[in-house]
Every structure is written in structure tokens, then in C-alpha cells.
């Protein structure tokens, strides 16, 4: 996956290098061309100095090529822009942006952008929602500590039932989409092969979830 960070501070090189090691092609970009350094000498991705809502920058750094690309400078008001000019210009599938303003991460959100704001933020959290998984996130209530997200049920788990698949505080099944009908589920629910769940999660709890659907490699599919 080609990835694009703009902002190379301790948060964005930390991500630039994490999404590096597992094998993605990142680009980062900063108007600092110092501020580099601090992706140590290992980094194997590219950097390319300028601001990061100048279009001939974005161009350089091929984001027409982009598959994700995280908003993460020290500024609200750029990493809007940023996020905007890639989700609606470039069409780029995946955006992530670092907001600390919860109103406008909101509106942001309600957009299709997946936001950070300063409770939320960490680098495992970034590279989850930049990557693949087969959980779809579609809704982040408050500031992202809750998600509702949609998955469609692995065939192993086809003759468990709700309960199963139940952390009480973390994990909840709120809805199923089995043909052409959604049901809201009692804990006794059977899982029938080819259901769409919609499970509420907290985002501590993420990994937790994927374990027990027996998803382990999030790469290659889509969050």
C-alpha cells in the first residue's frame, strides 16, 4: 500500500516508520526539511520538503497513486485542508487526520475522514485505520473512543450465537443483516453463514475483536 504522512513530528515520523516496517511504500512530506532527521537512517520510504496542501507537492509526493494518506501537521486548520483536497480532489480511499478541534472532527467524520483527535491519538490506532482490515469502521461517536463497525461474519463462526461474541463495556452486536432484512439480535441469536454484523467497539478493544472473528492479518483487506 502506498501511503502518504504530511508532518514529520514525533507522531508522524513514529507512523511513517511503523507503516514502513510492515512493508507499506510511504511518503512524507514536512516544510522542514530538518525535521526529516528524526526518521532515522533505516527509513526506507521517501520524503519530499514543501507544504503539504500545495498541489504541485502532493503531485510530486503521487498522490494520484495514493491508496491512504494521514493529516498529522501541528496545525487544525491544515490538516483540514489537507484532508479535504485529498478526499475530494485526488479521491484518495483512505484519509486520516489529527484534528483537536472535536467540532470541526466531527463534521470531518460525517465527510468520510477518519479523524484523530489529541485523547485518541497514537500510532497503532493511526496505522489500523490507515491499513486494510476487514472491519469497516462507518460511524465514530464522541471523540473515537466507541465505533461501530461492520464485518462480514468469518464461516467459522457460522452456529455461534451473539453471546459469543460478547464483551460486556467493549463489545456489542447491535445489528444483523442477513439477506435482504436487518434484525436487532438477542444475546441467544444464532450466526447464520453470509451475516452482516454491525458490532459496537471500543477502540481499546479492537485487537481484542479481531481475535475472537479469528481475523489476524489486517493487510490486504479494507477497514
Known amino acids: 500500500m502506498k501511503v502518504i504522512i504530511v508532518g514529520c513530528g514525533r507522531n508522524g515520523s513514529g507512523l511513517a516508520q511503523a507503516m514502513s516496517k510492515n512493508g507499506h511504500s510511504v511518503t512524507v512530506i514536512d516544510s522542514d526539511a530538518a525535521a526529516f532527521a528524526g526518521l532515522g537512517k533505516n ?113 467459522l463462526m457460522a452456529g455461534y450465537k451473539v453471546h459469543d461474541l460478547t464483551v460486556l463495556g467493549d463489545i456489542h452486536v447491535t445489528a444483523i443483516e442477513r439477506g435482504n432484512k436487518t434484525m436487532l439480535p438477542t444475546s441467544g441469536t444464532v450466526f447464520q453463514r453470509g451475516d452482516i454484523l454491525y458490532i459496537a467497539v471500543t477502540a481499546a478493544s479492537r485487537n481484542q475483536l479481531r481475535k475472537l472473528l479469528g481475523i489476524n492479518d489486517i493487510r490486504g483487506m479494507q477497514l
Do not use: C, M
Not at 54 to 72: G, K, V, W
Not at 132 to 138: K, V
Open 43 to 155: 527509513f526506507q520510504g521517501k520524503t519530499v520538503e514543501g507544504i503539504g496542501f500545495d498541489r504541485d507537492i502532493l503531485q510530486q509526493a503521487e498522490i494520484e497513486r495514493t491508496d491512504a494518506l494521514a493529516a498529522f501537521t501541528s496545525s487544525d486548520e491544515s490538516n483540514a485542508v489537507i484532508a479535504r483536497i485529498a478526499r475530494e480532489i485526488y479521491h484518495v480511499p483512505k484519509v486520516v487526520a489529527r484534528l483537536y478541534d472535536r467540532e470541526k472532527a466531527e463534521i470531518y467524520r460525517r465527510l468520510g475522514v477518519q479523524t484523530l483527535s489529541s485523547t485518541t491519538w497514537g500510532i497503532q490506532r493511526a496505522s489500523d485505520l490507515l491499513s486494510y482490515s476487514t472491519l469497516n469502521q462507518i460511524y465514530s461517536f464522541g471523540s473515537g473512543d466507541v465505533e461501530l463497525v461492520r464485518v462480514e461474519l468469518p464461516s
